[in-house]
């Protein structure tokens, strides 16, 4: 039984960064799909970025691209998500999914697993 377990909020400063791990544990699919999602105050929860451990593969949301930096280290079994330069607007819950499904997308129906998020607050 996969379970995911997110870890790293807290309260950032607006301009700073953090980075926020995923451990998994229980994979036994090579071609294993974790993603990065967040649900904001009021809105609906979307996604980020996505990762196939097994080879590197990543895919970002347009939008979220650059401010946001999916990686892996798969000694560890963590998937982490890098957020730099944060503002108000990327307070939310962080969670992490996983999908069995061998294809990187951030549509959550596909996404089995989640963990049970960790919340980020942007605050001065």
């Known amino acids: 039984q996969v379970q995911l377990v997110e870890s790293g909020g807290g309260l950032v400063q607006p301009g700073g960064s953090l980075r926020l791990s995923c451990a998994a544990s229980?994979?036994?699919?090579?071609?294993?799909?974790i993603g990065w999602f967040r649900r904001a105050p009021g809105k609906e929860r979307e996604g980020i970025s996505c990762?196939?451990?097994?080879?590197?593969?990543?895919y970002y949301v347009p939008r979220m691209s650059g401010r946001f930096v999916i990686s892996r280290d798969n000694a560890k079994n963590i998937v982490y998500l890098d957020v730099s330069d944060v503002t108000p607007e990327d307070t939310a819950v962080y969670y992490c999914?996983?999908?069995?499904?061998?294809?990187?997308?951030?549509?959550?129906?596909?996404?089995?697993?989640w963990g049970q998020g960790t919340q980020v607050t942007v605050s001065s």
């Open positions: 229980g994979i036994t699919q090579d071609n294993y799909i």
């Open positions: 999914a996983g999908s069995t499904f061998n294809i990187l997308t951030m549509a959550q129906m596909l996404y089995k697993t």
């Open positions: 990762i196939r451990p097994s080879d590197g593969n990543t």
